[in-house]
Structure formats: C-alpha cells, structure tokens
Nanobody, 111 residues
Framework: QVQLVESGGGLVQPGGSLRLSCAASGSSVSMDVMSWYRQAPGKQRELVAQIIGGGSEIYARSVKDRFTISRDNAKNMGYLQMNNLKPEDTAVYYC?????WGQGTQVTVSS
C-alpha cells in the first residue's frame, strides 16, 4: 500500500513558477514509474510528465521545455518544477505511482 500526498499548488500569475511535491509513504517507490497528471474543469485527466526508476523522463508536448519532473529516492519524494506558467496550465495536479493516486493540488494561473 502506497500513500501519496501532493503539495505546492496555488495561485500564480502567468509567467510565474511553482514547484509541486509528492510525498510517498507506506512503501519505497524508487523503482516505480512516477507520473504527474492534471485535470482541468470539464476535461479529461491527462498525463503531464513521467519519470522511470532510471531517470528517463517523458513530457506532454504542451509542457515540454517548461516543466521538469524529478525525484529524490532517498526521501521517497517526487517533484514537478513548473516554469513560465500559462492560464491553460490551470488544473488539479495529481501524483501517480502504479494504481495509487494522491488527492491532488490545485494550480491556478491567472492575472
């Protein structure tokens, strides 16, 4: 059993930055694929970024070169650094490992 807790969301102006964190507990996730998804109102949940145990990264085309996914295996943590945020990045962001999901953290990009 894995518990995931996201944090770091908030309100930011366009062009700003946020860093989301995902704290995993209950079991080590260092060898598992860790993903960040987001869901905007009225839209389906979509994959934002993914990092595998060896460190390879995958990004959605809409966030590539603006977002960076990382992990700290010693701390059992995952991160999503989001730069140059746009209004269309507004969504609830979720951390995912295997079949486990966090509760989500709201990111709102607005002036």
């Amino acid at each position: 059993q894995v518990q995931l807790v996201e944090s770091g969301g908030g309100l930011v102006q366009p062009g700003g930055s946020l860093r989301l964190s995902c704290a995993a507990s209950g079991s080590s996730v260092s060898m598992d694929v860790m993903s960040w998804y987001r869901q905007a109102p009225g839209k389906q949940r979509e994959l934002v970024a993914q990092i595998i145990g060896g460190g390879s990264e995958i990004y959605a085309r809409s966030v590539k070169d603006r977002f960076t996914i990382s992990r700290d295996n010693a701390k059992n943590m995952g991160y999503l650094q989001m730069n140059n945020l746009k209004p269309e990045d507004t969504a609830v962001y979720y951390c995912n490992v295997k079949t486990y999901w966090g509760q989500g953290t709201q990111v709102t990009v607005s002036s």
